[in-house]
């Protein structure tokens, strides 16, 4: 079984081709495609989309694995990679390739035990694994290859693992109707409304639960030792 890894990026894409025979694994290719600064987005994306197609014609991978955004210090980086990330994902489903997503943490601690692990960890965890005589490089090289094992070591064909749960919604889809949460929520909110409208003297009269506090209020600053 061959398993596409891809580290996206629109300047640089990272890319790793993994086989698996039986417990075995394989490095069949790998490296970094990249794009240059002068072509505009729409053809640098054009580029990596058919970049994609050749490799998946080329190789006929059964899954392709593609890392997820999970989050970024930099948001003009999360919006390159979310437009590559886009591109890869509609290339393998053109091809009706099996997609796999993961977090960088996930891959690291699959591949080096260790889930805030430096690129160098993990291109010395991957050569080991693979056989290579020397860590992949680039480092964009390298992490598509641990992301190729990731989903090589956890996936097995017409079986679907998701990775880590980034949105509640996805595992449990909302139902119609308030929730429990939201109707504890909204009857918080409530209470302290009314107590609030009590406080002011803006509740009913006729309520004594709203009147209580306003009055011992009223009568704590007529009492004029208290209020020296």
């Keep these: 079984m061959i398993v596409l890894g891809i580290d996206p990026g629109t300047a640089s ?44 014609e080329l190789h ?9 955004i999970f989050h970024s210090r930099n948001v003009q980086t999360a919006v390159a990679v979310g437009h ?16 796999r997503e993961m977090t960088p943490s996930e891959v690291k601690m699959a591949v080096t035990g260790y889930g805030a692990a430096d690129k160098g960890q993990v291109g010395r965890m991957v050569a080991a694994i693979l056989g290579l005589p020397e860590p992949p490089h680039p480092d964009d090289a390298a992490d598509a290859l ?30 119609a109707g308030e929730t429990p949460y939201e109707r504890a929520v909204r009857e918080a909110v409530g209470r302290e409304e009314r107590m609030l409208e009590a406080w002011d003297g803006s509740g009913s009269s006729g309520d004594p639960s709203r009147g209580a506090r306003p009055s011992t209020r009223r009568a704590r600053a007529a009492d004029p030792a208290r209020a020296r």
């Excluded at 590559?84 to 997609?99: P, Q, S």
């Excluded at 641990?146 to 449990?172: F, H, Q």
């Design 13 to 56: 894409l990272g890319y790793g081709l993994v086989d698996r025979t039986g417990s075995r694994l394989r490095a069949v290719d790998f490296g970094v495609f990249e794009t240059s600064a002068d072509l505009p987005l729409p053809e640098r994306l054009l580029a990596i989309h058919t970049f994609i197609q050749d490799l998946v």
């Design 60 to 68: 006929g991978p059964t899954f392709v694995g593609v890392e997820r």
């Design 146 to 175: 641990a992301i190729a094992i990731w989903t090589a070591n956890r996936e097995r064909a017409g079986v679907r693992i998701n990775a880590g749960i980034l949105d509640r919604a996805a595992a449990a889809p909302r139902r």
């Design 84 to 99: 590559a990330r886009g591109v890869v994902l509609l290339a393998a489903a053109e091809h009706g390739l099996e997609i």
